[in-house]
Antibody, heavy 121, light 112 residues
Framework: EVQLVESGGGLVQPGGSLKLSCAAS????????MHWVRQTSGKGLEWVGR??????????SYTASVKDRFTISRDDSKNTAYLQMNSLKIEDTAVYYC????????????WGRGTMVTVSS | DIVMTQSPLSLPVTPGEPASLSCRSS???????????LDWFLQKPGKSPRLLIY???TRASGVPDRFSVSGSGTDFTLNISRVEAEDVGIYYC?????????FGGGTKVEIK
């Protein structure tokens, strides 16, 4: 079964750090670019960032509000992508989803179930 | 950044009747390769978004043919030919032309 499973969410104080994981199965993870998208409670979707595959030099890109605070990485040997979040702010509170992008089907066709991150004192 | 604007905010629909959802982008989503980088997603309560349409008009696997997209450039419409009860949820459009990817605010479809 093709799936993505996020983990690592939880409660953290403002200024703290958290690392999310996205475990992939059922497809060739190393061929995919991996993206993170978040959704605040009752609100819409916001793209966080992405990491490309080895062929594209694992290039990363981020939305302005998280640049210099968040880092996306991947371990193709473990079929896992990561989102390292530092200097967390209250406004980072959201459900974080990972999703894949491939050149074969250039779209976010597979999504995880999400993991909740709450930033609060 | 490309701004995506969806309307209406809420759309009450009658089963069996057609429905149209609008999505506008602040710049053309037509790439020089001929593809239009606009995607549509449906999110049901408590669930992850589900891909419906990509590259402007290509239905994702398992998406019924009652869903179609019209329009080009900056103005698009997601058409549902005959709404079914399972079609309720929030529909989002997203531009995939450039980073940062940006989503519209969503249209909530509910049964009258």
């Amino acid at each position: 079964e093709v799936q993505l499973v996020e983990s690592g969410g939880g409660l953290v104080q403002p200024g703290g750090s958290l690392k999310l994981s996205c475990a992939a199965s059922g497809f060739t993870f190393s061929d995919s670019a991996m993206h993170w998208v978040r959704q605040t409670s009752g609100k819409g979707l916001e793209w966080v960032g992405r990491i490309r595959n080895k062929a594209d030099n694992y290039a990363t890109s981020y939305t302005a509000s998280v640049k210099d605070r968040f880092t996306i990485s991947r371990d193709d040997s473990k079929n896992t992508a990561y989102l390292q979040m530092n200097s967390l702010k209250i406004e980072d509170t959201a459900v974080y989803y990972c999703t894949r992008w491939t050149t074969a089907r250039p779209a976010f066709d597979i999504w995880g179930r999400g993991t909740m991150v709450t930033v609060s004192s | 950044d490309i701004v995506m604007t969806q309307s209406p905010l809420s759309l009450p629909v009658t089963p069996g009747e057609p429905a149209s959802l609008s999505c506008r982008s602040s710049q053309s989503l037509l790439h020089s390769n001929g593809y239009t980088y606009l995607d549509w997603f449906l999110q049901k309560p408590g669930k992850s978004p589900r891909l419906l349409i990509y590259l402007g008009s290509t239905r994702a696997s398992g998406v019924p043919d009652r869903f179609s997209v019209s329009g080009s450039g900056t103005d698009f419409t997601l058409n549902i030919s005959r709404v079914e009860a399972e079609d309720v949820g929030i529909y989002y459009c997203m531009q995939a032309l450039q980073t940062p990817r940006t989503f519209g605010g969503g249209t909530k479809v509910e049964i009258k």
